[in-house]
């Protein structure tokens, strides 16, 4: 595993852009200044330092503080390949996991967490926190479900780039109707 002092030595990072590049030339042909890294199929760049490969997020998190994380760093605008120092997070899994909530293959709605009851016919929201499941709301405007969902993920601070916040911002340009 590469220490802070080599990583200083071989590269870089500029914490505005979120880039790093070579300061030395090796056998690989890399110049001087040369922006290091490849985009991976998921969106995370990579690139390898003495023969090994590191993600660039996790290497930003060791420029900057001088340790490697012991945690998950993640992107909080959720674009893997932006590693600007003020767009990196290093956080325990727990919250990695709440704060990508998965769309069961049931759901119908195209919202996470928004789901239409067979017996009632009616719409609810509801939300994981902490292990849990909390019902937000029933009702029978879909709008509101999404609307009330919305409003628990801004609460317990996951609503940025959400299925719910995407699908209200559609709605409130009229780029989309109500289910």
């Not at 030595?9 to 200044?33: A, I, N």
């Not at 690139?47 to 420029?63: C, N, S």
């Not at 919305?150 to 601070?157: I, T």
């Amino acid at each position: 595993m590469i220490t802070y002092e080599e990583l200083k030595q071989l590269v870089h990072y500029d914490p505005y852009l979120g880039q790093f590049s070579s300061l030395e030339v090796s056998h690989s042909q890399r110049f001087y200044g040369e922006i290091l890294g490849n985009k991976r199929k998921d969106g995370s760049v990579e690139f390898r330092l003495k023969g090994k490969l590191y993600y660039a997020h996790r290497l930003a998190v060791l420029y900057m503080t001088g340790k490697h994380p012991k945690l998950n760093v993640i992107h909080k605008d959720k674009n893997k390949s932006y590693n600007a120092w003020s767009n990196l997070e290093e956080v325990d899994r727990r919250t990695v996991l709440a704060r990508t909530p998965t769309k069961s293959t049931k759901n119908t709605s195209g919202v996470v967490g928004v789901s239409k009851l067979r017996a009632s016919k009616q719409w609810r929201a509801q939300i994981r926190n902490g292990g849990g499941v909390l019902n937000v709301v029933h009702t029978e405007d879909f709008i509101e479900a999404v609307a009330h969902r919305l409003a628990a993920e801004q609460c317990l601070g996951l609503a940025n780039g959400s299925s719910a916040q995407i699908y209200m911002d559609k709605y409130v340009k009229g780029e989309l109707d109500a289910v």
